[in-house]
């Protein structure tokens, strides 16, 4: 499992509160948030573009999760992409063309420093 930026989760449990998810949920959110991070890094997907949200909901659909834990984890990504979109200064293109695909699956640790917005040394 990647080692997620203890920068992004802060931003993202700021907006968690700022849109009034329940406290009780955040945990989960997160944790999903963590999950499609690594499905984005281990399929080679964009952690950027919507359509690899597509992905990961086939994922957890093939995985027999339920509708609600589907619903869940994808109003937490679609935050995440909320999260990105608020964020102008970050280096990336979030329409999906030419924006930056996560690289080839390896040990690297540079790789967070390009693929991951807040990304703390």
């Known amino acids: 499992m ?7 989760f802060t931003k993202y ?8 998810v ?7 959110y997160k944790k999903w948030l963590r ?5 984005c890094h281990k399929y080679c997907h964009r952690y950027v573009d919507m359509e690899s949200l597509k992905h ?10 339920s509708p609600a834990i589907q619903e ?9 992409y909320d999260m990105l979109q608020a964020a102008p200064h970050l280096p990336v293109n979030l329409s999906g063309a030419g924006s ?3 690289p080839v699956k390896g040990k690297e640790r540079g ?3 390009a693929a991951m917005p807040f990304y703390d040394k």
């Open 100 to 102: 930056n695909p996560l």
């Open 111 to 113: 790789y967070l420093v």
């Open 35 to 39: 999950y499609y991070l690594d499905f």
């Open 2 to 8: 990647l080692n997620i930026p203890a920068a992004l």
């Open 13 to 20: 449990s700021i907006l968690l509160n700022k849109k009034s």
């Open 72 to 80: 869940e984890a994808a109003h937490a990504v679609s935050l995440y």
């Open 56 to 65: 990961f909901m086939v994922k957890l659909h093939e995985k027999n999760q």
């Open 22 to 28: 329940p406290v009780s949920v955040h945990n989960n």
